[in-house]
């Protein structure tokens, strides 16, 4: 973004983060996947928690999920 080209981030570093970012939301979806799969929550307790995640990690869709 033009905040963190001003704070002096490049590119890379720009994407290093965004990569990592998409990384942790990606390991945190897998596990409560995991939770849910072996019923120690429900299903209302699994969307809240993914739209909190998504809400968080700025993820706009799941459509890929």
Do not use: F, P
Not at 12 to 22: G, H, P
Not at 28 to 55: C, G, N, V
């Amino acid at each position: 973004s033009l905040i963190e080209q001003k704070q002096g981030k490049s590119k890379s570093e720009q994407t290093k983060i965004t990569d990592r970012k998409l990384w942790e939301y990606s390991q945190q979806l897998s596990m409560l996947a995991t939770l849910l799969q072996r019923k120690m929550i429900t299903q209302a307790e699994y969307d809240k928690i993914k739209r909190r995640l998504m809400r968080d990690y700025k993820i706009a869709s799941d459509i890929l999920t």
